[in-house]
């Protein structure tokens, strides 16, 4: 089966995959950052006291690299201010008190065929949609890539342990994610569309060819993480490899994530922006689960909506164990990469020892790089080395860790290490 070299497989811990996506009844408070994406935050587009629509627009994104923001509920903006963000720390926040049950949205009808690749981009960028994976890159941009591309492929394999809204996605949204697929293929002009899934979703694999009806490729992946990494997805589908430094539409790829391509469905058969998404909340909890969340939903409501805590708890993480992001705070709001939300008990902790020159981390790495030195050299402060030690290829993908025997945080040293390079250029 297809695959790429290296690579680890801790245990998956997909209790939820059989649950069905089911919809949360909105708080009567949301936050919505103005910075939920990578690139520039957008600027606010509403006032202190406005009323607002459900799906209105709260942030204009000014900049080429950014994507505009959208009230999941109607309502009052109550404030403009900075508020705890899960991946910023903090962030210029839309606050909208009002509430109300969140109805389907109305559904369009769409040819993609008839549509002009510019009239895709503009509906995908004014609804602000970006990658749901947890990168978060504005979607629009990378319909948009100044090379030319002959495959589009979606990326199914969701190898985080934990986490299944990928998995339900493609079960339940099959059709969606496949006219998803499509427009994409229209905006960028490929000819080919692929899906890759690990193996482990014979269920999703049969929904998704069968929405298909032939049309686009769904092929089959070793279960092994980090298959769903971009650079791994290129090369086990299409054997090329994607340059260091480089892009996939370098080798004439775009990679969406399933989500992703249902939320480009939304945004321009039904021109509705991206107010809501699917989020596995797992772990300790009393019902896990996977839920359909409207953005700016604090963390502490869908804790309670998943039947609260159970004891022991001790780590909450936003996204996968491998490398999701810890979380200081409840208060924080789903954004839209927040793919997951974990519950976990509390882990031993680890006591780094040294390192024994076994060699598994460098085994281990998809990306073919040396881990030991990494560490070696931001140990000793030696951040001219790093570079050409090639450090910036590093995707953090923690499979070095996971296999480190002296339990050394190496993806720490890793970002620590990324961080003086930029800062010394
Ligand atoms: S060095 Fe980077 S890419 Fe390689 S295994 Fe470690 S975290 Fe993953
Ligand atoms: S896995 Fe850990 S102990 Fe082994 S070489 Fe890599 S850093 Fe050293």
Redesign the pocket.
Known sequence: MRSFRGGVHPPYNKATQDRPIERVSPPERVVVPLSQHTGAPCEPSVEKGQEVERGQKLGEAKAFISAPVHTPISGVVKEIAPHPHPVLGEALAVVVEGGGEMEDWPRGDVDPDSLEPEEIRMRVREAGVVGLGGAAFPTAVKLSPPKSIDTVILNGCECEPYLTADHRTMLERAEDCILGLRLVMRAVGAERGMIGVEANKPDAMEALRRASDGEVEVVPLKVKYPQGAEKMLIKALLDREVPTGGLPMDVGVVVQNVGTAVAVTEAVRDGKPLIERVVTVAGEVGRPGNYLVPIGTPFSYLMEVAGGLKEGVSQVVMGGPMMGIAQRSLDVPVVKGTSGILFLREVPPAEEGN????????DHCPMELM??LF?KFAKGERWDLLESAHIMDCIECGS?AY????R?P?VHYIKLGKLKVRSLK
């Open positions: 390192c024994i020159r076994c060699a598994r981390c460098v881990p030991t560490v070095c296999v480190c025997p002296a050394i190496i």
